[in-house]
C-alpha cells in the first residue's frame, strides 16, 4: 500500500468496497472468501490484485467488472486497474475448508433450515419440471435463496428450461477440488447431470446404482450455501430416483404433480404412496394443464379433477396427514414461450397482470412459502 497516510487511507476505503463485492458464484463476499489480493492507490488510481479461485474461472469477466465498479465508486478514485491472479492451493483449500467445513456431508439433514421440496409425478409429460423451475423463481421474487438439484437423470431438461444451454450445450459447474459450484440463472443454483454430460444426443444408460452414486454426490459435493430452499425436479414414477431420495432425505416434503386426466391422477396416486413409505411428508397436489383460454378460446384438453382424485385417494389413510390441491394451474402460452427461451413466465415484466397461469403459479409459490413445518426450537443462526 502507499506510503501517504491520504492515500493509504484512499486504499483502505478502497480494500473496504471492494471486499464487499459478491462473488457471483459462491455468492459471498470476496473479502470474506480471501479473493482481494494487494491494493495499491497513486493519486486517483488505485490497482486491485483480485485472486479467482481457479484458472479460466467462468465468473472472471464479471468479477473484474464488479471490482472495478465499485473502486470506482470510492470517491476521489477516479481509475481503477483489476490485476486477476489465481489463488495457490493452500489459499484454495483454506477457503473451501471456510466454506464447506465437512467434506461430503449431507447438509440437508433433519436440522438444517432449509426446506427440501420433491417435486414428483406418476407419469411423464405433465409439466413438471416447468412447474419446478417456475415455482424457483418465484420463490426468489419474494425473498428466498433457492436452488435446484435436476434429479430427472435420464430425462433432464431443468438447463434449457433456465436458460443455461445456450446452443442446446448446458454450463458447466465450476469445480473446486472435490466441490462443485453450481451455476447461477435467475438467482438460482442450478445443478443437472446434463451439466457433467459431453454428448448431448447421446442417451444416459445407467442403472440402480449409478443413479444413487449420482444423487448421493449432488447432495454432498455440490456447494448450494445456505438456501431457504432446494427444489428437486424428481422423475416420473417410483424408480430408484424416487427411492434414494427418500432415504438420503426422508424430512423432505413432497409436491405431487397431475393432468386433471384421470390416467394421470392414477399413477400419481402411487408416487404419494412411495413418499409417504420413505417418511417424507406430502405438502399437496398441483393440477397442471387445466382448462385455459389461448387466443380468446377455452381449451380443456384434459378433461378435470385429477387433482382432486389424487389428494382423494391419498386421503384414504385416517391416521396420515391430510392432503390437498394447492393449485391448479391452467394452460397458458406464455408459460411454455418462457420455457422455451429460458427465462420461467413467472418472470415476466408483467407477471402479476399476466396470463392466469402465471397468477396461479405465483400464488403456489406464496402458498408454500408459508406451508412448512415449524422451526420452533430450531437454532436461527447459521
Not at 75 to 85: E, F, P, R, T
Not at 197 to 213: C, K, Y
Request: glycine share 10%.
Amino acid at each position: 500500500m502507499s506510503s501517504a497516510p491520504a492515500e493509504r487511507e484512499l486504499a483502505q476505503s478502497v480494500v473496504t468496497a471492494v471486499s464487499a463485492v459478491i462473488d457471483p458464484e459462491l455468492r459471498r463476499p470476496l473479502g470474506e472468501l480471501g479473493m482481494v489480493g494487494d491494493v495499491r492507490v497513486a493519486g486517483a488510481g488505485a490497482s486491485i490484485d483480485v485472486k479467482l479461485t481457479i484458472t479460466g474461472c467462468p465468473a472472471a469477466a464479471r468479477i473484474e467488472a464488479d471490482v472495478r465498479a465499485a473502486a470506482l465508486s470510492v470517491a476521489g478514485i477516479s481509475s481503477a486497474d483489476v490485476n486477476l491472479l489465481v489463488m495457490t492451493a493452500k489459499e484454495r483449500t483454506l477457503m473451501i475448508a471456510q466454506l464447506r467445513p465437512a467434506a461430503r456431508v449431507n447438509p440437508f439433514t433433519a436440522d438444517s433450515l432449509t426446506r427440501v421440496i420433491a417435486v414428483t409425478s406418476g407419469k411423464g409429460g405433465v409439466g413438471k419440471s416447468t412447474l419446478t423451475v417456475n415455482l424457483a423463481c418465484a420463490l426468489t421474487t419474494l425473498g428466498f435463496r433457492v436452488g435446484i438439484l435436476d434429479a430427472d437423470v435420464h430425462g433432464y431438461s431443468i438447463p434449457a428450461l433456465m436458460g443455461l444451454a445456450p446452443e442446446g450445450i448446458p454450463v458447466k459447474p465450476t469445480r473446486l477440488d472435490d466441490m462443485i459450484v453450481p451455476p447461477v440463472a435467475h438467482d438460482v443454483k442450478v445443478i443437472s447431470i446434463g451439466m457433467f454430460v459431453d454428448d448431448q444426443t447421446a442417451a444416459i444408460a445407467w442403472r440402480g446404482p449409478m443413479l444413487q452414486r449420482t444423487i448421493t454426490q449432488f447432495v454432498t459435493d455440490v456447494f448450494f450455501g445456505d438456501l431457504d430452499f432446494l427444489l428437486l425436479d424428481l422423475p416420473p414414477g417410483t424408480g430408484d430416483v424416487a427411492i434414494t431420495v427418500g432415504q438420503l432425505l426422508p424430512h423432505s416434503e413432497v409436491l405431487i404433480v397431475t393432468t386433471p386426466q384421470a390416467a394421470a391422477a392414477g399413477v400419481a396416486i402411487r408416487a404419494g404412496m412411495l413418499a409417504r413409505q420413505t417418511g417424507q411428508r406430502i405438502l399437496g397436489v398441483v393440477e397442471n394443464m387445466c382448462a385455459g383460454v389461448v387466443d380468446g378460446v377455452t381449451l380443456d384438453l384434459f378433461g378435470f379433477g385429477g387433482g382432486d382424485a389424487v389428494a382423494s385417494g391419498l386421503n384414504t389413510d385416517e391416521s396420515a396427514e391430510p392432503v390437498r390441491v394447492l393449485a391448479r394451474i391452467p394452460l397458458g402460452v406464455d408459460v411454455r414461450i418462457g420455457g422455451d427461451a429460458g427465462v420461467p413466465a413467472v418472470l415476466a415484466s408483467d407477471a402479476d397482470g399476466g396470463s392466469t397461469a402465471v397468477s396461479a403459479l405465483i400464488a403456489l409459490a406464496r402458498t408454500i412459502a408459508t406451508a412448512g413445518t415449524s422451526r420452533a426450537g430450531k437454532n436461527l443462526l447459521r
